[in-house]
């Protein structure tokens, strides 16, 4: 049975930082890649970034460049999304999700596997 448990999540002011943590087990986490998305109050869930498999690779949303930075440690089945410059529209349940492939990509359809949410809320 695979498992996505997210952790990190919470209540911050604006220009703060959190940083999530995604543990993967279950399924073999070295050879696939890994991706967050989160879903904004009333809107649709939406990609945030990505890793390949060995994080050669990554892929932000626009309007996280340079203020989120993905990684992830192999030897913890594990991938963390640090954020900082937080602001009030990075409000939101973050998701992460177990790609299909080593690589990793920009929609839902790319991943197999998801994690249960972790809120985040950042107050103004």
């Known amino acids: 049975q695979v498992q996505l448990v997210e952790s990190g999540g919470g209540l911050v002011q604006a220009g703060g930082s959190l940083r999530l943590s995604c543990v993967v087990s279950?399924?073999?986490?070295?050879?696939?890649?890994m991706g967050w998305f989160r879903q904004p109050p009333g809107k649709e869930r939406e990609f945030v970034v990505d890793?390949?498999?060995?994080?050669?690779?990554?892929h932000y949303a626009d309007d996280v460049k340079g203020r989120f930075t993905i990684s992830r440690d192999n030897a913890k089945n594990t991938v963390y999304l640090q954020m900082n410059s937080l602001k009030p529209e990075d409000t939101a349940v973050y998701y992460c999700a177990l790609g299909r492939w080593p690589r990793a990509g920009t929609g839902s359809s790319d991943y197999a596997y998801w994690g249960q949410g972790t809120q985040v809320t950042v107050s103004s």
């Open positions: 890793i390949n498999f060995n994080s050669a690779s990554t």
């Open positions: 279950g399924r073999t986490f070295s050879t696939a890649g």
